[in-house]
């Protein structure tokens, strides 16, 4: 069973920093693209950023050079250092696991940006 569990969220203030932790099992973790994506109120899930099976990065736009995706192979683990953080970074952030046709995503956790 697939299982991609997320923790660190929190209430931060304006300018703040948090990390978010992905946990992943059930899956051979080093073939996998992992990213986060995020959901705020009356919006559509965007992308925050992903990382390849070869440590390539992408991010989205409105986190660039604040936001740094990062992973360990040997630990299942895919992580999010978010740095000078906005009130629009305010929503609901997923882990996701994706390779060919597999697409996996975790429960969410809510990240609150305080102004």
């Known amino acids: 069973q697939v299982q991609l569990v997320e923790s660190g969220g929190g209430l931060v203030q304006a300018g703040g920093s948090l990390r978010l932790s992905c946990a992943a099992s059930?899956?051979?973790?080093?073939?996998?693209?992992m990213g986060w994506y995020r959901q705020a109120p009356g919006k559509q899930r965007e992308l925050v950023a992903t990382?390849?099976?070869?440590?390539?990065?992408n991010y989205g736009n409105s986190v660039k050079g604040r936001f740094t995706i990062s992973r360990d192979n040997a630990k299942n683990t895919v992580s999010l250092q978010m740095n000078s953080l906005k009130p629009e970074d305010t929503a609901v952030y997923y882990c996701?696991?994706?390779?060919?046709?597999?697409?996996?995503w975790g429960q969410g956790t809510q990240v609150t940006v305080s102004s």
């Open positions: 990382i390849s099976s070869g440590g390539s990065t």
């Open positions: 996701n696991a994706a390779v060919s046709q597999f697409n996996y």
């Open positions: 059930g899956i051979i973790f080093r073939f996998y693209v």
